[in-house]
């Protein structure tokens, strides 16, 4: 194995190992650890892969997700619309958990989500999600969902808590027909642009 091979393994592993640390720290929740090794994740991934790829967009969300635990809306929202740019309107795993995390957002600001809700309807109404970020399956963020559902009104808060389980095949997704927020929805481009 050459130098450069060998450095882009070294990075590689870095942000995995990094990316997991972080993942169990926000668990726990020590947030500001989280969110410093989110961002060296991050910075690994870049470095070894450049800014483009869906590995990029997979841990702006992620460093998003603690953003959004520490009241940091702003930066989670720059971060979200910039990692959907990089998935260029892909319907994918990746794709499918940026969209919903600003769902989240949204709805914590009060803010209207019907253009999200509407690409995830389209995201998981169409052929099986390919992973082209190779992110972990099932979805750990058990801990975000039970943080966000005890901040919203009950509605909302049992669409996001479906959406999550039929994401992680813990329901199907004729369930989600059963929820008023859903049936009303209508699927969206994911050309569409985003509120701002």
């Known amino acids: ?20 640390l972080a993942c169990e720290q926000r668990k726990a929740g020590n947030f ?5 090794n989110f961002r060296m ?12 790829h869906p590995k990029i967009a997979h841990r702006m969300n992620n460093l998003s997700v603690v953003l959004i635990r520490t009241g940091n809306f702003s930066e989670a929202k720059d971060n979200l619309d910039q990692a959907w740019k990089i998935m260029n309107f892909k319907s994918d795993i990746t794709g499918f958990r940026i969209l919903f995390i600003r769902m989240c957002l949204a709805l914590l600001n009060d803010k ?16 099986e999600l390919k992973n082209k970020a190779e992110a972990g399956e099932p979805w750990g963020i058990d801990d975000f969902i039970f943080y966000i559902s005890n901040k919203l009104p009950e509605d909302k808060a049992l669409l ?11 329901q199907n997704l004729y369930e989600l027909n059963e929820l008023s927020l859903w049936r009303e929805q ?4 994911l050309e569409t642009e985003w509120n701002s």
Do not use: C, W
């Not at 994740?41 to 483009?52: F, P, Q, V």
């Not at 209508?186 to 481009?189: A, D, K, V």
């Open 41 to 52: 994740a991050l910075d690994y991934d870049i470095k070894a892969r450049g800014g483009n």
């Open 32 to 36: 500001a650890e989280a969110e410093k």
């Open 112 to 127: 209207p989500f019907d253009t999200y809700l509407g690409q995830i309807k389209t995201i998981l109404n169409s052929e």
């Open 186 to 189: 209508y699927p969206e481009s």
């Open 160 to 170: 996001l808590q479906t959406i999550f389980n039929v994401h992680n095949k813990k």
């Open 1 to 20: 194995m050459n130098p450069n091979e060998q450095n882009f393994e070294k990075l590689i592993s870095g942000a995995i190992d990094t990316n997991n």
